[in-house]
Nanobody, 127 residues
Framework: QVKLVESGGGSVQAGGSLRLSCAASGYVYSDHNLNCVGWFRQAPGKEREAVASIFTRANTTRYIDSVKGRFVLSRDSAENTVYLQMTNLQPEDAGMYYC?????????????????RGPGTQVTVSS
């Protein structure tokens, strides 16, 4: 059974940093060619949005414009873990952050709808 668990959320002041982790268990990356791990967030009263993704075979990353230059994805293949390093956090970055994993490429809608997902980790940013 595949299980994703996010961690690393917390409460910071604007300008602060957090590193989120997405650990996968029960999933063998090498069994698939089109693995994609993505991060999504949702703030109260707002729609969920995709934040970033990494196509693991090529280590290709993609970010939404609002986080470019502030968020960086990386992967520890030995630990089956993907990290989202977030710097210069702003109040608009606050929300519940979820990671998702699919073996079918980095279409963000598909990644959310059809991928494996974790329960989320909360990020709070105070101004």
């Amino acid at each position: 059974q595949v299980k994703l668990v996010e961690s690393g959320g917390g409460s910071v002041q604007a300008g602060g940093s957090l590193r989120l982790s997405c650990a996968a268990s029960g999933y063998v990356y090498s069994d698939h060619n089109l693995n994609c791990v993505g991060w999504f967030r949702q703030a109260p009263g707002k729609e969920r949005e995709a934040v970033a993704s990494i196509f693991t075979r090529a280590n290709t990353t993609r970010y939404i414009d609002s986080v470019k230059g502030r968020f960086v994805l990386s992967r520890d293949s030995a630990e089956n873990t993907v990290y989202l390093q977030m710097t210069n956090l702003q109040p608009e970055d606050a929300g519940m952050y979820y990671c998702a994993l699919t073996p079918r490429g980095c279409n963000w809608q598909f990644l959310w709808d059809d991928g494996y997902r974790g329960p989320g980790t909360q990020v709070t940013v105070s101004s």
